[in-house]
């Protein structure tokens, strides 16, 4: 029944969370980068690429959709370079991932900037949107094998939801304020200032990184 469905939810959740504080509490670190990369970088992407794809730089639906496919390409070449890579990733460089994330997103954001030819602007930000896509996808791979090597077999479907559950509640919240942002000031300003938090994100994430890589 929907009652016993969500009373095992509800447990599950909660052996999660006695297991993370009491035994790995570096976890709960990277659930908050995860959350605070998607409250930030993620929703800007998911509503300022179409707001600057239509309504700043003119562009036609085909325009978006090729913008928005870079996106999925870059996800996928993201997961294949993770599984080439391999054992060559080190976790405690993964804050420079989100640096570079960072630096992507602020070349999305200068596409937008006033006088900017319109073409020249649409292919920055699909340029942007796939590489963003790249290295965030290296990353949550990165962090997604840490996790598990350090979580018991019992527990790992468990705690993996947690963490997953809680980061990407964080996405629906930073889309609408960027909905409202959108409305009220330049979309390049906006961009700019994801990525600026984006790239302070990225310099805090540095010690949870290295927290978890010693284990």
């Known amino acids: 029944t929907e009652g016993s469905a969500l009373a095992c939810v509800g447990r599950d959740l909660g052996e999660s969370w006695r297991f993370i504080r009491r035994e790995r509490p570096v976890f709960l670190s990277v659930t908050a980068v995860l959350a605070l990369f998607n409250l930030v970088l993620s929703a800007a992407l998911v509503v300022g690429i179409p707001v600057g794809v239509i309504q700043v730089l003119g562009m036609g639906d085909s325009s978006l959709g090729v913008a928005q496919g870079a996106m999925g390409l870059g996800g996928l070449l993201g997961g294949v370079l993770a599984a080439l890579l391999g054992g060559r990733l080190r976790l405690r460089q993964g804050y420079v991932l989100l640096l570079a994330a960072s630096l992507a997103a602020g070349q999305m954001g200068a596409a937008l900037l006033p ?65 409202v942002l959108f409305q009220c000031c330049p979309a390049w300003a906006v961009l700019l200032g994801a990525a600026g938090c984006s790239g302070l994100i990225g310099v805090w994430a540095r010690g949870a990184f290295r927290r978890l890589e010693k284990g």
């Open 115 to 179: 006088g900017l030819v319109p073409a020249l602007g649409y292919w920055m930000v699909t340029a942007a949107s796939f590489t963003v896509m790249v290295l965030s996808t290296l990353l949550v791979v990165m962090l997604s094998a840490a996790v598990q090597s350090q979580t018991p077999a019992g527990l790992l479907g468990k705690v993996m939801a947690f963490i997953m559950a809680v980061s990407n509640c964080a996405a629906p919240l930073g889309q609408a304020v960027y909905g």
